[in-house]
């Protein structure tokens, strides 16, 4: 579990390792919000509980458009690991299936590699598609892709603690909060299916 980095503005930034969090304490660059009374660590002159939530006591400027190149590790957890024209999740993909980068716009029919052009597609789906646009073969989008705004970007492969939700919530939102809690619903679907065929096929061995 790391911890919630707020700005001074209290806008959340991003989640720390607790060891660099108690650095900035230490180092009198954050104060402690929230702290984990649970878990403790020890310098040679003092006890501390472990930081939950930071607030930085100087602001830095985090742009509102997070305008970076498109990753697959982003682009996957925007459209939350599911292919965007069958709708399956990468946790029933067989085989030799796997989740794809897709431009709807085949590039080499001028398609860029922009937010708004690339797509979450299974392999078959993918194949399928090949250099058409979906609808020249019969395929539909689930949605209209588009790019993530910061926190969307930053926090869609994050997992928060209800304290540090709280937080969250409090600069962006329920909606955002919302949004988050559907991914971490949908990291732990996926994390708990895969145990399952784990199981499955310890069964079978043995």
Not at 8 to 20: D, G, K, M, N
Not at 45 to 68: G, S, T
Request: hydrophobic share 40%.
């Amino acid at each position: 579990m790391g911890c919630l980095a707020l700005n001074a503005s209290f806008e959340p930034l991003t989640i720390l390792p607790v060891e660099r969090a108690l650095r900035l304490v230490i180092e009198r660059k954050a104060e402690v919000l929230e702290e984990d009374d649970a878990r403790f660590y020890r310098s040679e002159r003092e006890r501390m509980a472990a930081p939950l939530v930071i607030r930085l006591k100087k602001f830095i400027h985090v742009p509102r458009r997070f305008r970076r190149q498109v990753t697959n590790t982003f682009l996957f957890a925007r459209d939350a690991y599911r292919c965007q024209y069958c709708g399956r999740h990468k946790s029933i993909l067989r085989g030799r299936e796997f989740l794809t980068r897709d431009h709807v716009t085949p590039v080499s029919r001028g398609g860029e590699n922009a937010w708004d052009n690339v797509v979450t597609a299974c392999s078959v789906c993918n194949n399928r598609k090949a250099s058409h646009l979906p609808a020249e073969i019969g395929m539909h989008l689930m949605k209209t892709p588009h790019e993530p705004n910061y926190v969307e970007l930053v926090w869609a492969v994050r997992r928060v603690t209800e304290v540090q939700a709280k937080y969250i919530a409090m600069f962006y939102g329920e909606e955002i909060l919302d949004a988050l809690r559907r991914h971490a619903h949908e990291a732990e679907r996926k994390e708990h299916h895969h145990h399952d065929d784990e199981r499955h096929a310890l069964t079978l061995i043995s």
